[in-house]
C-alpha cells in the first residue's frame, strides 16, 4: 500500500481543513489527512473488505487532482464522507465510522465538467497504469466497555477476567502476510469483536466464557518485517 506519508511536507497543500471540491463538507483533524487515518487505501485494495471500530477514520486515495475525483458511501448512517483534501496530482477522501453495519466505499474520477463518473478501467495521469476508480466494502464494529485494556502484550504476562468481562487488546501484526491470531480454547474465552488491522497496531476483545485458563498467540510468518521475529502470546485466566 501506498504511502504519502514522506511526502506530504514535500507536497503543496492545495485543500485541507476546507470544503471538500463542490460538497460542502469539511474536514478538520489538525494534521496532514493521510497521517490521520486509521486505515489508508488506494486502487490496490479494490475489492478488499476492511474491519473498523465506530470513532476510527479510513483515507481513499486516488493520484489526480481533487477537482477532479469523488467519492461516495453507500451508506452514510454508518460511515459518512467528512471531507477530502487535494496535493499536487493526489486526492485523499476522508470517511468516519459512525455506527456499526456495512457499506461499500467508492472513488472515481469525474468528467471535466464533472457531470458524470468516467467509467473505469481509466488511468489518472499519462504514462500512469493505476486505475481511478475503486471500491472497497467496510465493516463497521462497536467495542463494548472493557473491564481490562491491554496496550502491549509483551508485558502482559497473564490477564485475570471473571466470567462476563471482556478484555480489549493492542498487538503488532505482519500485513505481508497477514499473521493468524488464534485462541486455543473458546469456550473459555472467546471474540467479542474479531480482530482488526488498522494501520499502527491490531486490536481486539474477547469475553470470558467460563472458568479455566486459555491462550491467544500469533502464528509466526515469513515476512521480512521485523515484527514477524516477535510472535506474542497472551494468557487469560477466568475465575
Known amino acids: 500500500m501506498k504511502s504519502l506519508l514522506g511526502m506530504g511536507l514535500a507536497m503543496t497543500v492545495l485543500q485541507a481543513a476546507a470544503a471538500c471540491g463542490d460538497y460542502g463538507v469539511k474536514m478538520n483533524l489538525g494534521c496532514y489527512p493521510n497521517s ?18 465506530v470513532g476510527q477514520w479510513i483515507f481513499l486515495e486516488l493520484p489526480v487532482a481533487l477537482n477532479s475525483a469523488m467519492a461516495s458511501s453507500s451508506d452514510p448512517n454508518v460511515i459518512a464522507q467528512q471531507g477530502g483534501a487535494g496535493y499536487q496530482n493526489e486526492s485523499l477522501f476522508g470517511f468516519h465510522a459512525l455506527k456499526p453495519g456495512s457499506a461499500r466505499l467508492t472513488s472515481a474520477i469525474m468528467s471535466s465538467d464533472r457531470s458524470a463518473v468516467v467509467a473505469s478501467p481509466v488511468t489518472c495521469l499519462a504514462g500512469s497504469t493505476e486505475p481511478c476508480s475503486y471500491e472497497v466494502d467496510v465493516e463497521v464494529v462497536q467495542f463494548p466497555k472493557a473491564k481490562i485494556t491491554i496496550d502491549n ?21 505482519s500485513s505481508s502476510p497477514l499473521w ?31 472458568p479455566g485458563t486459555a491462550h491467544i498467540q500469533s502464528t509466526p510468518c515469513a515476512s521480512s518485517e521485523p515484527v514477524c521475529s516477535n510472535p506474542w502470546h497472551l494468557t487469560f485466566v477466568v475465575a
Open 36 to 53: 490521520c487515518g486509521d486505515f489508508n487505501v488506494t486502487a490496490s485494495d479494490n475489492g478488499r473488505t476492511i474491519r473498523l471500530a
Open 153 to 173: 502484550v509483551s508485558e502482559s504476562p497473564a490477564v485475570h477476567l471473571r466470567v462476563g468481562e471482556v478484555a480489549r487488546f493492542q498487538a503488532p501484526y
Open 180 to 210: 493468524t491470531v488464534s485462541i486455543d480454547s473458546p469456550s473459555i474465552v472467546n471474540w467479542i469483536v474479531e480482530p482488526i488491522y488498522p494501520d499502527s497496531l491490531m486490536e481486539a476483545a474477547v469475553v470470558a466464557k467460563s
